[in-house]
């Protein structure tokens, strides 16, 4: 069975500050792995995917993952975040064949300070 | 753009009451899902279907239905609402998975 663990529950940070959140997986098949963000009172919306090719995804507003399968690993970065940041993130994994269907981690919120 | 819609925002409910939760998109998706989003606990998959009349069971779907008599909506029903059912209810469709913008239910 599948699992996700991001390791952060809180993520606080200065703007224009560097972030890295962090994602784990454990999935004995093919993977797909998803970053999604939620603003507050809103659905999730896609930020990037890893399918398949290069590991170092890049995905919209800044944001970029590097896959590790060594590692099993999927974390997401900023090298400069705005207070437009702030949100909830959620790492997702989806095994190969599954019909995309999707085990999420429980969250981290990153909250940027002025 | 993709669009996904919820019917509600917002539903209050007595428990014991039959809840229908409803979503559309128009994208001509196949695979279209529910899940619930409760704090500390992220998302959990309830059910998802891969086209019209198919259904899984998800991760969490008992006190849960589900119907797809049409491509474009995937309705969630709660046949006896109960208290522990009250949470954000999120719909999704697309391989991607295009998110509607949730339903908060609360059941009293």
């Known amino acids: 069975a599948q699992s996700v663990t991001q390791l952060d529950s809180q993520v606080p940070v200065f703007e224009e500050a560097p972030v890295e959140l962090r994602c784990n997986y454990s999935s004995s098949v093919s993977v797909y792995l998803f970053w999604y963000v939620q603003y507050p009172n809103q659905g999730l919306q896609l930020l990037l995917k890893?399918?398949?090719?290069?590991?170092l995804v890049k995905g919209i507003n800044g944001f970029e993952a590097e896959f590790n399968k060594s590692q099993t690993s999927f974390h997401l970065r900023k090298p400069s975040v705005h207070i437009s940041d702030t949100a909830e993130y959620f790492c997702?994994?989806?095994?190969?064949?599954?019909?995309?269907?999707?085990?999420f981690g429980k969250g981290t919120l990153l909250t940027v300070n002025p | 753009d993709v669009k996904v819609t919820q019917s509600s925002r917002y539903l209050v409910k007595r428990t014991g009451e039959k809840v229908f939760l409803e979503c559309v998109q128009d994208m001509d998706h196949e695979n279209m899902f529910w899940y619930r989003q409760d704090p500390g606990l992220g998302l959990r998959l309830i059910y998802f279907?891969?086209?019209?009349?198919?259904?899984e069971k998800g991760d969490i779907p008992e006190g849960y239905s589900v119907s797809r008599e049409k491509k474009e909506r995937f309705s969630l029903i709660l046949e006896s609402a109960s208290t522990n059912q009250t949470s954000m209810y999120l719909c999704?469709?697309?391989?991607?998975?295009?998110f509607g913008p949730g339903t908060r239910l609360t059941v009293l």
């Open positions: 999704a469709s697309g391989d991607t998975q295009y």
């Open positions: 890893y399918l398949s090719g290069s590991t």
């Open positions: 997702a994994v989806s095994d190969v064949g599954s019909n995309y269907k999707l085990t």
């Open positions: 279907s891969y086209d019209v009349k198919m259904k």
